[in-house]
């Protein structure tokens, strides 16, 4: 069973920067494709970036592209989300997501982790 694990939130100043982390575990290989996502107060669940285990080209959405960065270390299993220049509207809770082979969706989750930017 794969397991996620986020890491990495706080309360953070505008401007300021964090960087989270995804440790995956049970079983995730280069088919799979890991996702970050973002879920405000009363908002839905929003898409940030993603990227593949294997090589291939990360997508990220408007809203964060060019602060957000996303990185793998495969040998650590582990994804990150370098998140720059933040925002107050960036508040909410970060979930890390994998994607399967075989998934027509995200079929796993971490526990999501808190990221508050306030001064």
């Known amino acids: 069973q794969v397991q996620l694990v986020e890491s990495g939130g706080g309360l953070v100043q505008p401007g300021g920067s964090l960087r989270l982390s995804c440790a995956a575990s049970g079983g995730t290989s280069s088919g799979f494709v890991m996702g970050w996502f973002r879920q405000a107060p009363g908002q839905e669940r929003q898409f940030l970036p993603r990227?593949?285990?294997?090589?291939?080209?990360?997508r990220y959405s408007d809203p964060v592209k060019g602060r957000f960065t996303i990185s793998r270390d495969n040998a650590r299993n582990t994804v990150y989300l370098q998140m720059n220049s933040l925002k107050p509207e960036d508040t909410g809770v970060y979930y890390c997501a994998a994607q399967s082979p075989t998934m027509s969706s995200y079929g796993y989750w971490g526990q999501g982790t808190q990221v508050t930017v306030s001064s």
């Open positions: 990227i593949s285990w294997s090589s291939g080209p990360t």
